[in-house]
């Protein structure tokens, strides 16, 4: 079956250091994915998506490219900021639209 | 490590019956459960946060006569979905975490069609 791994955490950084979570996926068929935050208090937020291999997903300085050819959609972010400390969620969709996520991974990010 | 399971996985009803979906960890402690809505093709959308032994906190829009939450222990969860109408039908999954420094466990989510 379909089904998500990404980094353990916690991730903790120095704010303006470079960011990234791995996410690999397996499935079959060609999968959306996803990448989700929780932010302290909150439910989850969609962050990016790509819908196709080679799509690249972005939003607020964060990027995930689709990459068929190593099953992975990695999360990256040039320079973070102490306010993208959250728990971020990698997930899937495959062809029945069921949704399936990582188990998260928590970022931390010094000032 | 932490499981959650929510039952059932898929359920057909018939237009005006109530369904309710079960969420339940089966290793941990969950004091605040979460429960989102997918429809298809879309993100998720969280419908309501529900802490032990308190009221469900409702998103903005989100009918709290329609979607009855209920965390009476802390290891069970359940969303009723009330008089369900086929604009209902969608992927429900909940989301549970233990102490506020533990991570997020989802379920396995439900797929309701109502008919």
């Known amino acids: 079956g379909n089904s998500v791994t990404q980094m353990e955490g916690p991730v903790t950084l120095s704010e303006e250091a470079f960011l990234t979570i791995n996410c690999t996926y397996t499935?079959?068929?060609?999968?959306?994915l996803f990448w989700y935050v929780q932010y302290p208090g909150e439910g989850l937020q969609l962050l990016l998506k790509a819908t196709k291999a080679d799509d690249k997903g972005s939003n607020k300085g964060f990027e995930a490219t689709y990459r068929k050819e190593t099953t992975s959609f990695h999360l990256e972010k040039g320079s973070v900021q102490v306010s993208d400390s959250a728990v971020y969620f990698c997930a899937l969709s495959g062809s029945d639209d069921k949704i399936i996520f990582g188990k998260g991974t928590r970022l931390h990010i010094l000032p | 490590g932490a499981v959650v399971s929510q039952h059932p996985s898929w359920v057909i009803c018939k237009s005006g019956t109530s369904v309710k979906i079960e969420c339940r960890s089966l290793?941990?402690?969950?004091?605040?459960m979460f429960w989102y809505r997918q429809f298809p093709k879309q993100s998720l959308m969280l419908m309501a946060t529900s802490n032990e032994g308190s009221k469900a906190t409702y998103e903005q829009g989100v009918e709290k006569d329609k979607f009855l939450i209920n965390h009476a222990s802390l290891t069970l969860s359940t969303l009723t979905v009330t008089s369900a109408h086929p604009e209902d039908s969608s992927f429900y999954i909940c989301?549970?975490?233990?102490?506020?420094?533990?991570?997020?466990?989802f379920g396995s989510g439900t797929r309701l069609t109502v008919v």
């Open positions: 499935a079959t068929g060609y999968p959306s």
């Open positions: 989301s549970a975490q233990g102490t506020a420094m533990s991570g997020y466990t």
């Open positions: 290793d941990f402690q969950a004091t605040t």
